[in-house]
């Protein structure tokens, strides 16, 4: 894969190679996608804890007098019922429902955001940005990927592990807040926030630390994992991921995304769109399912069968190391949508029997 | 690394002669390596034909899903079962623990078709290289 043209390294593209990282592209990066073996990576998230590079990702900081203006515009829910120190997930839609990018909206200040776009849709996003805010004044939007890198620390482990590293007090910080602290006289962010269903922090640094703060998890006992990791536990934990389980020809709605969406907002460009998608009600569902016994390993793209009538798609599936079972996602008619419902998935021409399965497939233990 | 009483395919399988004539069959640990962690194992059952070289079945990792050839010709005798409920054997022990299939020969000359661990391992370097 080295020397595939025009793939960006994060700053911790040595880090990986030095440990034995295999590296793919992804979402336009050079990413490792495990180092030792994914399933004992996910198994670690699960057990302890886990570091992810999660640099190539996108944060772009938008702010000003029209910052809030701009994002009600775009973002799913209301930017200012956000409050300063706290993130909010949500999606950005086109005027027809489509979901451009799911991403993380972080309030910094009350005329400063940082959103938090998928890699390879970043660079969609800020010209989405750019393009509705441009009747916008007084709102600025900067890419700052390239000097403020990021990493997730994730794991039942991974706040006393992190506990230290950081001025704040980590036992107050609630899950979606987040706290700003210099790092070496820069601003890094401490967040309380990722996509493997584990307790965990996202933390943003600036992009010359990065390594430093790496290697510091790392003896304190983190293990490094992958994007093959990330994919399994994100599944585990029911989290869609965008060109996978939502995209442009998906809605919030049929993606159960629902309540992250409040489409009756004035100037909101996708609220025509999502009020009609919500008030007739979404044909068909995102749902989870369980394959039977060990009847095969589903993958994106996979018919969902009754019988010999193609109903549906899957979107994401395989092997889940936590529960010991094939698990997978994908859209079905709403008849077939209630957990206990079976269907089968045509596996590369052979019936595989599934069961849909409530959402997530797995919970963490939380404190008593 | 490549036991040397084995026998290996252009497509990374391994064959191993028992003393009974029949052999043990399985993937090479370049091959499980370059899979990844093996989740799913689909192979045929016991009494089911085998025809050296033609697909024997189907190898999935949790990224990828490979084809499986057989590398001789003749009949399951066995299936791994143990393989089959943890296909991790397959990356942790692809030369013991993790073996795929027991089959009968039908011919047992076609041993000398496949690759000694010496030239498979010839192999492996001149396909690494290009």
Redesign the interface.
């Known amino acids: 894969m080295v020397g595939e043209a025009n793939l960006k390294r994060t700053p911790l593209y040595g880090t990986h190679v030095g440990l034995g990282g295999r590296m793919v592209p992804f979402g336009g990066w050079e990413m490792p996608?495990?180092y030792t073996?994914?399933?004992?990576e996910a198994r670690a998230v699960r057990m302890k804890a886990g570091l992810f590079d999660v640099s190539h990702m996108g944060r772009v900081t938008i702010e000003g007098a029209g910052a809030a203006t701009l994002l009600s515009r775009v973002f799913s829910s209301s930017p200012t019922a956000v409050k300063v120190g706290r993130g909010r997930y949500g999606v950005i839609c086109t005027p027809e429902g489509g979901i451009l990018d799911d991403c993380i909206l972080y309030r910094r200040a009350e005329q400063r955001f940082l959103l938090v776009p998928n890699a390879s849709n970043a660079d969609p996003v800020v010209e989405w940005l750019r393009r509705w805010g441009s009747g916008v004044s007084d709102a600025r939007i900067a890419v700052i990927t390239p000097s403020l890198a990021m990493v997730a620390l994730q794991g039942p482990v991974a706040a006393s592990m992190l506990q230290g590293l950081t001025s704040a007090d980590l036992s107050t910080l609630r899950t979606f807040s987040f706290v700003e602290e210099k790092d070496k006289g820069a601003d890094s962010i401490v967040a309380r926030t990722g996509y493997t269903g584990e307790d965990g922090f996202e933390l943003m640094v600036p992009s010359g630390n990065v390594a430093g703060v790496w290697k510091v998890l790392m003896e304190r006992g983190a293990t490094p994992c992958g994007l093959?990791a990330r994919d399994?536990l994100r599944l585990e934990a029911g989290l869609p991921l965008h060109g996978n389980d939502i995209g442009l020809t998906t809605n919030p709605y049929e993606a159960g995304l629902e309540r992250f969406v409040d489409p009756d907002r004035e100037g909101y460009v996708a609220g025509t769109g999502l009020r009609q998608i919500r008030d007739t009600g979404p044909s068909r569902k995102l749902v989870g399912f369980k394959l039977l016994g060990?009847s095969?390993?589903t993958?994106h793209g996979y018919p969902i069968m009754d019988g010999s009538k193609p109903i549906g798609e899957v979107t994401s599936g395989?092997?889940s190391p936590t529960l010991d079972m094939?698990i997978g996602m994908g859209y079905v008619p709403k008849s077939y949508a209630a957990p206990g419902t079976r269907f089968a998935v045509d596996v590369?021409g052979r019936l595989a029997e599934a069961e849909v399965a409530p959402l997530p497939f797995y919970h963490r233990r939380r404190d008593p | 690394m490549n036991p040397p009483d084995l026998r290996y395919s252009k497509e990374h399988e391994w064959v191993r002669l028992a003393s009974d004539g029949t052999v043990l069959i399985g993937i090479t640990r370049f091959a499980a390596e370059s899979l990844?962690?093996v989740?799913?194992i689909?192979i045929p059952e016991a009494g089911r034909q085998l025809d050296q070289f033609k697909k024997l079945g189907?190898i999935?990792s949790?990224?990828a899903?490979s084809d499986l050839f057989s590398p001789v010709s003749g009949q399951v005798v066995e299936r791994n079962q143990a393989a089959?409920?943890n296909p991790?054997l397959v990356?942790d022990s692809p030369y013991d623990k993790g073996w795929l299939l027991k089959a009968s020969l039908r011919n047992q000359a076609e041993l000398d078709t496949l690759m000694t661990a010496q030239q498979y391992e010839q192999y492996l370097s001149s396909e690494g290289s290009h």
Do not use: M
């Open positions: 996608v495990q073996s994914i399933l004992d093959g399994v060990r095969g390993i993958r395989g092997y094939n590369r | 990844g962690d989740v799913f689909d189907e999935e949790v990224k899903v089959l409920d991790q990356n």
